[in-house]
């Protein structure tokens, strides 16, 4: 079964610091895809990036970037410049060809001005 | 663009009773998903549907059921709600089931069971 782990159920940062969130997965497959979703207090889910499994290139989105290590099953999401808007719940998620989308237990960010 | 609909955005609903929780969208995908989402936990997957007039079981799919007669609607109903079935509620769609594509959610319905 695949797993998906958030070992880390809070975080803080200073605004303007980085922030780095760890996400570590559990899987027989070769090919897959991970993703970084945000829930903000309105509660809709936004994506922030995703990463093909198969790229060796870690995927970047303005201030948001990945650490895909795949030989040791670790996504971990990246947030430079913190905003106070980037204060939220993030997912880790994993999906592939064989398996439905599953999530972390997600890791609430606070960004302090 | 509306994406995905839900309704209703918040319901407390009494123990034993019935409840369907609406989901619609217009962006013709074929596979639509229902997930609740408690603390701790994350989001985990109740009920999926690869197609219209085809659903399946996902992770936690006893006391719920859902039907798919259509390409847009994915309603999930609640035959005899119980306390812990007090959570959100997400439905979510994607152009295909099980491929390389990200998720796209509707806002989520609150469900409380006293």
Known sequence: ?113 | TAGITQAPTSQILAAGRSMTLRCTQDMRHNAMYWYRQDLGLGLRLIHYSNTAGTTGKGEVPDGYSVSRANTDDFPLTLASAVPSQTSVYFCASSPDWRGPGELFFGEGSRLTVL
Do not use: H
């Not at chain 1, 605004?15 to 895809?33: F, G, I, K, N, Q």
């Open chain 1, 1 to 113: 079964a695949q797993t998906v782990t958030q070992s880390q159920p809070e975080m803080s940062v200073q605004e303007a610091e980085t922030v780095t969130l760890s996400c570590t997965y559990d899987t027989s497959e070769s090919d897959y895809y991970l993703f970084w979703y945000k829930q903000p207090p309105s509660r809709q889910m936004i994506l922030v990036i995703r990463q093909e499994a198969y790229k060796q290139q870690n995927a970047t989105e303005n201030r948001f970037s990945v650490n895909f290590q795949k030989a040791a099953k670790s996504f971990s999401l990246k947030i430079s410049d913190s905003q106070l808007g980037d204060a939220a719940m993030y997912f880790c998620a994993y999906r592939s060809l064989l398996r439905d989308m599953r999530f972390g237990a997600g890791t609430r960010l606070t960004v302090k001005p």
